[in-house]
C-alpha cells in the first residue's frame, strides 16, 4: 500500500495549495520559506504515522534518499524498530543498506 492510495493520502493532495493561502499575505520569498517549512513537518508527521502502522511485510521503493529527508531521517529509524514487522525488502537492497549506514555513522553516538 502507498501512502498515496490511502484516505489521508488523497487528502494530501492539495495540501500545498491549502498551506498557499495559509500564507498569501507573505511576500514570495518568506511565503515559499513558510508553505515548505509546514508542507515539511505535515509530511513528515503523516509518514511516520503511516510507516508506523505497517506490518507483517514490507517492501520499499525508497532508495537513494537525501539524508535531510523524511525517509532517511525518520522512517527508516521507525521501520526498523516494531515489532510487528516480519520482513522488509526494499526493491534495491543495497541502496537501502547504504542510506542506513550512512544516517547511522551521520548520528551522534549513544554510547
Do not use: W
Amino acid at each position: 500500500m502507498l501512502l498515496d492510495t490511502t484516505p489521508i493520502g488523497k487528502l494530501l493532495d492539495g495540501l500545498y495549495e491549502c498551506l498557499n493561502e495559509k500564507h498569501k499575505n507573505l511576500d514570495k520569498k518568506d511565503k515559499k520559506t513558510a508553505v515548505d517549512a509546514d508542507g515539511q513537518y505535515i509530511m513528515r508527521e503523516v509518514s511516520l504515522l503511516f510507516i508506523r502502522a505497517a506490518h507483517g511485510n514490507i517492501e520499499t521503493a525508497v532508495c537513494g534518499a537525501d539524508k535531510n529527508r523524511v525517509f532517511r531521517k525518520d522512517e527508516l529509524y521507525a521501520v526498523l524498530d516494531p515489532d510487528n514487522v516480519t520482513f522488509i525488502m526494499p526493491k534495491k537492497p543495497k541502496a537501502l543498506l547504504m542510506n542506513f549506514v550512512q544516517s547511522m555513522t551521520s548520528r551522534p553516538s549513544t554510547r
